[in-house]
């Protein structure tokens, strides 16, 4: 079966021109089968404006978008055919194999939890974040910013959801899972950490303790679990300082001629180095735990980042990352819960106390 | 009136070598007057190593230490000759005129609030990390650490003492605040970065809104407020990626001759780089909201880093800042107090619902 791709032609900082480039990049170059959701008019200047014939991509239309801005859950039931909304259908339907967007992370969020539904034994979907380390082992960390308060099954299940996808997807064979805290010891953090700490001791998944900060981009852990605010921020001031680290070199090297002559010597080695560490490169997070592909990319994405974002979409549609992960999660939070004795539940769909209405 | 520092030999990971061989630096290369405070043959071994005479600095014995991993509270309490808690007494006295520590944390916290005491006003000390950005402009993050949970009237303190430390100390005339969160909209973030966010609204001071992750080395604030667990796993995370950048470019540039030529030619360039976002190069972060200067470095501290926590020190105690703040901090609670008619408090002292003992 061909993998097709839906995009957001409507998401994104730099919407619709960077959506619609990197599609047509993704055709182009990779020969990926994508279909895009958004204005057709404006599809279509950016068609003409990329010298591609109408007839090559796929384009369903839609006048009905929504904003960076927006809070997320009242125009997502009441803009039925928001384009990011009507990519989670075209998941859901199996017209498309995995959405992408650039645009509002609460929307997509939303889109995919009202559309596809939950994974059965998740109550809410995490996103995840795959980071470049030190040791060139990739790290998984989740949530980054899906759901901004969490209850500690949440976390629970988010750990579940990184084992599976570090095991099933990155062939790590026994994936090191830490809680993200303030100390290593089993009593440092807040409240919630010191709980969520005890019911991953009590996972048999390979849980071995608290991380700090210091331990992101160390290598010497394969998932990284933590609630969506601090994933966010912690992401977000990554690339924050990455960006400053980058402006400070250029503006150094630039001081003097020997330096120049220098920076052109290295500049091939420096350029792998902002490869690795570039979140364009990557393109985008997964939304793990609903019933479908959805890659959600930076607001801020280039065309280039998009053409990522899709290949990362056809990759997690080929080593069905769903089925891998859907499979297993039920019965392992069946396991747990037998030991766990659990007895609090969210409503999957019910999206209460706020989170995703508020990112 | 000669500028004495109290010097912690017995606190950090490289304790006593690294603190008394930075206390001897600043001593001979800036004629520092230091009193270390630490077990006297463990010093007297690293005089003796470090050829300098026993007379030259003063050294005040003490048996007692607090181990890196130690919970706070009870040592504190218990060792009342713990080396920390001597350097506070020293400082509470006026003997030194501020100490510092490269050791646990929680008990430099707990020593300054139980011997120094609080400002009036002041409910937690908080501590100031104080970053580069893109632009050269210094950014106050606060809170880094001390209080891993903190209440609305908590941040509140701590946006009124990073105010006055961006405009007493970094002269910023009218400083920027922000509050970190996960969306620049007032309705984005948790519960309580809403309610934060209002209380900030209310205070008079530059208050400018939520900002994110990205915003942490943008250069476009002066202060930025958060818990010091987000705070804690920010500073942290930063150090991490930093460490990860500069290994990958040593890595990349050993690959080829061209790259080893050109790295030796922008070595110079990179250095001033390397400088501008080192901690060490900074050295530690001061504990605001007690009565005296506690400047708090990097456990991992080396020789070089304590050196640069002692000029910090220096300038802590020489620019007044305990006073200034001192004076002001009270007067702008008194002010608000009238406008939120708050009736919450907590007992300065009391160090209730764990942080201080648990970081």
């Known amino acids: 079966m061909v993998t097709k791709i839906a995009v957001d ?4 900082d730099f919407a619709p021109q960077a959506a619609v480039e990197g599609a047509v990049a993704a055709y182009r170059e990779d020969g990926t089968v994508v279909v895009l959701v958004g204005h057709q008019e404006a599809i279509g200047v950016e068609f003409r404006r990329l010298g591609i014939d109408d007839r090559a991509i796929e384009v369903i239309h839609t006048d009905e978008a929504v904003a960076m801005n ?6 997502i039931r009441k803009k039925r055919r928001a384009s990011v909304r009507l990519c989670a259908e075209l998941v859901r339907d199996g017209v498309a194999q995995a959405m992408v967007t650039a645009g509002n992370t609460g929307a997509a969020m ?3 939890m009202l559309v596809m539904k939950t994974l059965p034994g998740v109550d809410r979907p995490a996103l995840a974040a795959v980071l470049p380390t030190s040791t060139g082992r990739r790290t998984v960390l989740l949530d980054v910013g899906a759901n901004i308060s969490t209850k500690s099954h949440n976390l629970r299940q988010f750990a579940v959801m990184g084992h599976l996808l570090a095991h099933e997807v990155l062939a790590v064979e026994s994936p090191r899972i830490g809680l993200m805290s303030v100390g290593e010891e089993e009593g440092k953090g807040t409240q919630q950490t010191r709980e969520v700490f005890k019911v991953l001791e009590a996972t048999g998944l390979n849980f071995i303790g608290n991380v700090e900060g210091s331990d992101v981009y160390s290598g010497e852990l394969d ?5 969506g605010f601090v994933g966010n921020v912690l992401l977000k001031t990554s690339e924050s300082l990455a960006g400053m680290v980058g402006g400070m070199v250029r503006e150094a090297v630039a001081g003097s001629w020997r330096s120049r002559l220098g920076a052109f010597l290295v500049l091939p080695a420096l350029e792998t180095v902002r490869r690795r560490i570039d979140p364009e490169e990557y393109g985008a997070a997964p939304l793990l735990g609903v019933q479908g592909g959805c890659l959600i990319g930076h607001g801020s994405s280039s065309a280039h980042g998009v053409r990522n974002a899709i290949r990362r979409a056809v990759e997690f549609s080929q ?5 891998k992960i859907g499979g297993k999660v039920a019965i392992m939070h069946e396991q747990e819960e037998i030991v766990l004795g659990r007895a609090d539940s969210d409503s999957p769909t019910s999206m209460a106390d706020g989170p995703v209405a508020e990112e």
Chains 1, 2 share one sequence.
């Open 9 to 12: 032609a409507m998401g994104g």
């Open 319 to 323: 080593a069905d990352v769903v089925g």
């Open 110 to 112: 939303a889109s995919a």
């Open 70 to 75: 927006e809070p997320a859950i009242t125009p």
């Open 223 to 227: 998932v990284i679990v933590c609630d």
